[in-house]
């Protein structure tokens, strides 16, 4: 990926996973070649896993690509870019699911079904084979690695309500008798309104902080205790400057908390005041960052595509299933950029547990919150527009909503206490290895 400095210069570097890239031209061709001729369905399963390897690569060139481009924006727009493009491609998977749905009724049951299972399987996968990953390597290197136990408990509640959100549906029409499909859709599209106005706030909360005011007295002392202009850095920051600081406010003395708050508030200024300063002096960069962010979005969208129309025919001719496929292929290879991410967190030299446990933890409560109403409103959408069944958080597969229940005890169990082991790291791919086994030993759907 290419790595341009502020002055100008740009370097490339190499990375493992180019190679993977390759796969993207091969998926199309082949694709192309097994829609019509005389290959006609004979590169199926190879354009499936093709696709499956592409989005592997993209994963990882999209995360690059974002982060390259967030070095140009102000914080509130790094903040929703990050926020929200990591689940491009869920999304896109699931729209197409829902397109083809409308488009051959027949196979309206298994997409759903696949759907279903991918918005359950991306929390059970974060949770327990990502942050799995992250906590059994880094605590086996590093020993015990601690973080902040409120911030786990704060997952563990948005996790709690997300589970509450997708069970209620299905539990209401489960007790209740002569439940229409009316009523399926209407409690699915107050409980996703629900949903997206608690992710909103819980994006307003934890990117934008609203409403802190322990963060707003951190921001108003970091710009009392030093300046956020482009020639402040922090490598100019000397002993006699902070002597100075001190002299000044010595009638506060803030305590650990207060002071790292102020000091994170400190360097987030001083990364505006660097995106600033590279804004004006590097326009052609961010020309080009933001044209490589529309065309990796765009590639990964189109492979997306590509890989739903050759899903059900794979189905049919594999020992795959809609359950095995929604809730276990496609979430790890959705998700096998955050796996990564956090992997290198929990494994650096920084031992930076809670880092790990913010892309896995944060990750895992987008997808209840965000994407899953969402593609519950596009489906209805699609339905009001060109008539179908609309997708409703009506799980047919009890399984799921049993698996995911637990997921959400088992995290708040293993890290409430804000510090874990390899041991609990080794408990948690046990119990992804359990859930896997038993979705792809289930029969039929």
Not at 86 to 97: D, K, M, S
Not at 217 to 238: F, L, M, W
Request: charged share 15%.
């Amino acid at each position: 990926m290419m790595s341009c400095a502020s002055g100008g210069g740009c370097a490339v570097k190499f990375r493992w996973w180019y190679i993977l890239l390759l796969a993207t031209p091969a998926a199309v061709v082949l694709w192309y070649l097994n829609r019509q001729g005389q290959f006609a369905g004979h590169f199926t399963d190879w354009v499936f896993w093709l696709s499956l390897v592409s989005l592997v690569a993209f994963a990882q060139l999209a995360s690059e690509v974002t982060e390259n481009l967030s070095e140009f924006l102000t914080p509130v727009a790094r903040g929703i870019i990050t926020a929200s493009f990591g689940n491009v491609p869920e999304l896109a998977i699931g729209a197409f699911l829902l397109i083809q749905a409308h488009n051959h009724p027949n196979v309206a049951t298994t997409n759903f079904i696949i759907i279903r299972g991918l918005l359950i399987g991306s929390i059970i996968n974060n949770v327990l084979f990502t942050l799995g990953i992250a906590t059994f390597f880094g605590a086996f290197k590093h020993g015990k690695l601690r973080f902040d136990k409120n911030r786990a408990a704060g997952y563990a509640s948005m996790l709690a309500l997300a589970v509450v959100g997708l069970a209620l549906p299905t539990l209401a029409t489960d007790f209740a008798k002569d439940v229409g499909q009316a009523a399926e859709e209407n409690v699915s599209l107050i409980v996703a309104a629900i949903l997206i106005i608690s992710y909103i706030a819980y994006v307003g909360s934890e990117i934008f902080h609203w409403g802190d005011k322990r963060a707003s007295a951190a921001v108003a002392a970091a710009s009392a205790i030093g300046p956020a202009s482009a020639g402040h850095h922090a490598e100019h920051h000397t002993h006699e400057d902070h002597e100075q600081h001190g002299k000044q406010h010595a009638e506060h003395q803030p305590t650990a908390e207060e002071r790292e708050e102020i000091e994170a508030e400190r360097r987030k200024a001083e990364r505006e005041a660097k995106a600033q300063q590279r804004r004006r002096e590097n326009p052609g960069i961010l020309l080009l960052s933001t044209l490589a962010f529309i065309v990796v979005t765009a590639l990964v969208v189109g492979i997306c595509f590509i890989l739903v129309s050759v899903t059900n025919t794979v189905i049919v001719n594999t020992a795959l299933t809609p359950l095995s496929t929604g809730l276990i292929i496609f979430p790890v290879i959705c998700n096998i950029g955050e796996m990564l991410e956090a992997f290198s967190k929990s494994w650096g030299k920084n031992k930076d547990m809670e880092g790990a446990m913010d892309v896995a933890a944060g990750s895992s409560v987008q997808m209840p919150l965000f994407v899953t109403p969402l593609l519950v409103f596009f489906g209805y959408g699609v339905a009001l527009l060109f008539g179908g069944q609309p997708l409703t958080l009506i799980f047919k597969q009890p399984l799921e909503l049993v698996v995911v229940a637990l997921v959400t005890f088992v995290y708040a169990l293993v890290n409430l206490d804000g510090e874990t082991t390899w041991l609990e790291g080794a408990q948690l791919l046990a119990f992804y290895t359990m859930i896997a086994v038993t979705a792809f030993a289930l029969p039929g759907q």
